[in-house]
């Protein structure tokens, strides 16, 4: 069974449309993130939640927005898609314990490619 | 900004052991020192982490020197499948920890 996964892999669409990446995790964790690569590699964290609450907010547009239904999903929506926002997209998931060291596991990525 | 530094690329042979350094010059007391790698196209995997004492796994070793300002991640047995790059982070881990990734070293395993 996939410990993280996420759809749709690829993602194809015209500026200005509205989009949204779906990630799931079944093992159970608190804390679930989303990271943008972009076109020179850079990894950069752009949310972080737990247990449904948004904790880290990394100056991303507001066209950018989570939603977190459950503490096992947290979706990506993005309004009034831009060039740059052309990138691959990575949902991670961790138990965020206090006190004591974290593991993050991450899913395969949406490519997203905004034309 | 990234809290580490590393060579942006290694060659390794295969079947030979793959030793990637790592400075963290003003690591805090309360930070682990985290190894993640990244094959091509997918996601980041983690590999190991670490305090203050070496660490092994099934995957590799991890060793911290003694003042905590650089680390060596070791593959023992380096294969083609560990071509990727390879990602040295500090951070506090817990409800604290939040992993920032910088270049990484581009490990390329060669026969």
């Known amino acids: 069974d996939t410990a993280v996964s996420q759809t749709p892999k690829y993602l194809v669409t015209q500026m200005g449309n509205d989009k949204s990446i779906k990630c799931e995790q079944n093992?159970?964790?608190?804390?679930m993130y989303w990271y943008k690569q972009d076109s020179k590699k850079f990894l950069k964290i752009m949310f972080s939640?737990?247990?449904?609450?948004?904790?880290i907010n990394e100056t991303v547009p507001n066209r950018f927005s989570p939603k977190s239904p459950d503490k096992a999903h947290l979706n990506l929506h993005i309004n009034s898609l831009e060039l740059g926002d052309s990138a691959v997209y990575f949902c991670a998931s961790s138990p965020r314990l206090a006190g004591s060291s974290d593991t993050q596991y991450f899913g395969p990525g949406t490519r997203l490619t905004v034309l | 900004d990234a809290k580490t530094t590393q060579p942006p690329s290694m060659d390794c042979a295969e079947g030979r052991a793959a030793n990637l350094p790592c400075n963290h010059s003003t690591i805090s007391g309360n930070e682990y020192v985290y190894w993640y790698r990244q094959i091509h196209s997918q996601g980041p995997q983690y590999i190991i982490h670490?305090?203050?004492n070496n660490e092994t796994n099934e995957m590799a070793s991890l060793i911290i020197t003694e003042d905590r300002k650089s680390s060596t991640l070791i593959l023992p047995h380096a294969t083609l499948r560990d071509t990727a790059v390879y990602y040295c982070i500090v951070s506090p881990g817990g409800s604290q920890g939040n992993l920032i990734f910088g270049k990484g070293t581009k490990l390329s395993v060669k026969p």
């Open positions: 670490g305090l203050k």
């Open positions: 939640y737990n247990n449904k609450e948004l904790i």
């Open positions: 093992l159970g964790h608190d804390t």
